[in-house]
């Protein structure tokens, strides 16, 4: 269920995600929202996050075994399988594992589908949600977001909430809330990786 950005409603309430509160660990609620919005940190997430975007800006489009939502000129999700870059194990391990925490379900009985959002500047992400499947949780681990590249903006009904993300935090929510990410305002392209958690 894709549509334009531009058919979002004025932002109320803007998240910072920073400090010491993106350390690896429990997940925690966010913000002020009714809707159920964790986030969650990766140990060792500036080497892992290195390593991911060197990978990446060394790929070409065949590298990519599909692209999918042609949308505003690009290809918003890029998938491949995740032993084409080691570095996303650590992140994938990670979101089971959170995800396994606030769904209150064991790691071993949850799937991990995931994707690659490169956004170059003047990009966005149209809004949409993920509720096509089975998905109990959805969500995105940030990678290289250079600073003004874009917010996430979430709508909870009559509230809009943007979150400023920040490299090495995951942001998990509801499959379907509607979301969308804010043009790429900066001269460098912006990595992410999003996330689906389904049964197993």
């Known amino acids: 269920m894709k549509q334009p950005i531009a058919d979002a409603q004025e932002a109320m309430r803007r998240i910072a995600l920073g400090g010491s509160e993106s350390a690896a660990?429990?997940?925690?609620?966010?913000?002020?929202?009714?809707?159920?919005?964790?986030?969650c940190g990766l140990e060792d997430a500036?080497?892992?996050?290195?390593?991911?975007?060197?990978?990446?800006?060394?790929?070409?489009?065949?590298?990519?075994?599909r692209r999918t939502h042609f949308v505003g000129g690009r290809f918003e999700n890029l998938y491949l399988e995740r032993t084409r870059i080691p570095a996303l194990a650590p992140v994938l391990d990670q979101a089971i594992a959170c995800a396994a925490f606030i769904l209150g379900r064991l790691p071993g009985r949850l799937r991990c589908g995931f994707w690659l959002n490169?956004?170059?500047?003047?990009?966005?992400?149209?809004?949409?949600?993920?509720?096509?499947h089975?998905?109990?949780?959805s969500g995105v681990y940030y990678v290289d977001i250079p600073p003004d590249s874009g917010d996430l903006i979430?709508?909870?009904?009559?509230s809009t909430i943007r979150i400023e993300p920040q490299p090495g935090?995951?942001?998990?929510?509801?499959?379907?809330?509607?979301?969308?990410?804010?043009?790429?305002?900066?001269?460098?392209?912006?990595?992410?990786?999003?996330?689906?958690?389904?049964?197993?």
């Open 46 to 65: 500036e080497r892992i996050n290195t390593a991911i975007a060197t990978a990446v800006s060394g790929m070409q489009e065949d590298d990519f075994e």
């Open 154 to 158: 979430l709508y909870d009904g009559p």
């Open 118 to 132: 490169l956004t170059g500047p003047g990009q966005g992400t149209s809004k949409h949600t993920h509720d096509e």
């Open 134 to 137: 089975d998905e109990l949780l």
């Open 25 to 39: 660990g429990v997940p925690s609620r966010v913000g002020w929202s009714s809707a159920d919005i964790h986030r």
């Open 169 to 200: 935090s995951f942001i998990f929510f509801p499959p379907h809330l509607p979301h969308a990410v804010e043009i790429n305002r900066s001269a460098l392209p912006r990595l992410s990786i999003g996330i689906n958690i389904g049964p197993r």
